[in-house]
Nanobody
Framework: VQLQASGGGLVQAGGSLRLSCAVT????????MAWFRQAPGKDREFVAT????????LYADSVKGRFTIARDNAKKLLDLQMNSLKPEDTAVYYC?????????????????WGQGTQVTVSS
């Protein structure tokens, strides 16, 4: 399984960005998918996750109500719509995949990672 994230960029505070993660491999629909982010000098942190069926979604409190995670199993795509962006959202964003839903907010739950895409929000 390979993950390729895209869609990052520079945006002003209050603006929007949409990140995408293209997944190669035959069984995307069976993977639980997530977005994490890592700001300079900080640990990688959970942002959002979505069940393989798309029926359950979890968000970090810091992004709840502003970010929306979605997936298209037919196209093997994972998206993250980010609205009302804040300077503190600045980070490298990573998509991740897992075959389990055991600890969906934990980095250790995810075996597959994309290369990351930079999101910079100016004040």
């Amino acid at each position: 399984v390979q993950l390729q994230a895209s869609g990052g960029g520079l945006v002003q505070a209050g603006g929007s960005l949409r990140l995408s993660c293209a997944v190669t491999g035959p069984t995307f629909s069976s993977y639980f998918m997530a977005w994490f982010r890592q700001a300079p000098g900080k640990d990688r942190e959970f942002v959002a996750t979505i069940h393989s069926s798309g029926g359950q979604k979890l968000y970090a409190d810091s992004v709840k109500g502003r970010f929306t995670i979605a997936r298209d199993n037919a196209k093997k795509l994972l998206d993250l719509q980010m609205n009302s962006l804040k300077p503190e959202d600045t980070a490298v964003y990573y998509c991740a995949g897992s075959t389990t839903w055991h600890a969906p907010k934990s980095l250790d739950n995810y075996a597959y990672w994309g290369q990351g895409t930079q999101v910079t929000v100016s004040s």
